[in-house]
């Protein structure tokens, strides 16, 4: 005979069975209790309005739906065993995504965007900052950011607030050395770092304008990575005078360093990576985390919903319509007479 395995989706529909069972209960009990003083309580016709046969039944379902709302929200953070739930995942988590961030002054030039009115840096932020909220739950980050060598700023952290702290305007620039934009140097020492991930669980990005020195002597692709993009921000067509060159994207650049990575360059200066590029990345838990938010809103509605019937409208309307006997009214008829 096997058990039943309780998961955060079959909680709440223990919790609620239970709490069906228990309100049925206390509702039979109440019942035989107010038979009892039935004159006392309704007059002396000894019954109620007959809309009141449904009130029993009414808490049933109230305090059943409470029950099961409150046990939906409470697996959202928790699991069953009061352990934290897995949204996001912990070090040994299956995918990884690293991002590799150009920080170099050239990212500041205000060429970027579907208007051609964003920096550089935040058409950055917004590509990057989409691809993360797309993530499943399974994937961790980390993040280096680069100028004229790179600065590892996060290693296999599970929760993308922090990355999404990098992305807004986090002052990384003050701990990068000044000098020229080293691209290849970057790419490398993210390709060190991720030497020891597991075998093909890295989805490495770089994002840049492609504006550095010469790239020389790329390291081989560790077995690690499993697929690599090259995300190009600011004008390909147009340039911007930057100290003593004119900058811009460099499609040849990245195109050559993407062929190097076994990669795909995109640009990204004036759309976003789609998801279907992104694959398993996003698809897997995608389902799951829209299901769970779906249901959550749900629950919150069942429970403001119930809570206000329950502990509200049923006692106005029990007080104020349940019965036709006014004890306090047939009180004053009778000392005024």
């Not at 109620?48 to 959202?76: C, K, S």
């Not at 030039?109 to 964003?118: A, C, M, R, V």
């Not at 959550?296 to 104020?320: G, H, K, R």
Request: proline fraction near 6%; include cysteine; aromatic fraction near 6%.
């Amino acid at each position: 005979m096997t058990s039943m395995r309780l998961t955060p989706d079959t909680v709440p529909l223990a919790g609620a069975a239970l709490a069906f069972l228990l309100a049925l209960a206390a509702e039979w009990l109440q019942a035989r209790r107010i038979r009892k003083v039935a004159p006392l309580a309704f007059g002396p016709a000894g019954r109620p309005r007959r809309w009141v046969a449904l009130v029993p039944w009414v808490r049933v379902a109230a305090l059943t739906g409470i029950a099961w709302a409150l046990l939906v929200l409470l697996t959202v953070k928790t699991s069953v065993l009061g352990a934290p739930a897995a949204e996001h995942p912990a070090r040994d988590a299956a995918e990884y995504l690293v991002l590799v961030l150009d920080y170099s002054p050239s990212m500041t030039l205000p060429d970027s965007g579907p208007k051609g009115d964003q920096t550089r840096k935040d058409r950055l932020r917004d590509v990057v900052g989409s691809v993360v909220e797309r993530m499943g739950k399974q994937v961790a980050y980390t993040v280096l950011c680069f100028y004229t060598r790179a600065l590892p700023i996060a290693e296999k952290v599970s929760d993308r607030d922090i990355v999404r702290n990098v992305l807004n305007d986090l002052p990384i620039e003050y701990a990068l050395e000044p000098g020229k934009t080293d691209l290849g140097k970057a790419v490398n020492a993210a390709l060190d770092l991720i030497q020891d991930y597991p075998r093909k669980s890295v989805t490495l990005m770089i994002c840049t304008d492609g504006d550095t020195e010469a790239i020389n002597d790329i390291r081989p692709l560790p077995a690690s990575v499993r697929k690599a993009f090259v995300l190009g921000v600011g004008n390909i067509q147009q340039g911007s005078l930057m100290d003593d060159h004119l900058s811009r994207q460099d499609p040849l650049v990245l195109g050559a360093l993407a062929s190097h990575l076994n990669g795909t360059y995109l640009d990204v200066n004036d759309r976003h990576l789609a998801s279907t590029e992104l694959g398993s990345l996003c698809r897997a838990g995608d389902a799951s985390t829209a299901r769970a938010a779906g249901r959550d809103d749900v629950a919150l509605v069942v429970l403001a919903t119930f809570s206000c019937l329950y502990a509200v409208l049923l006692p106005l309307a029990l007080e104020f319509g349940g019965s036709d006997w006014r004890p306090l009214a047939a009180r004053q008829t009778g000392v005024a007479s």
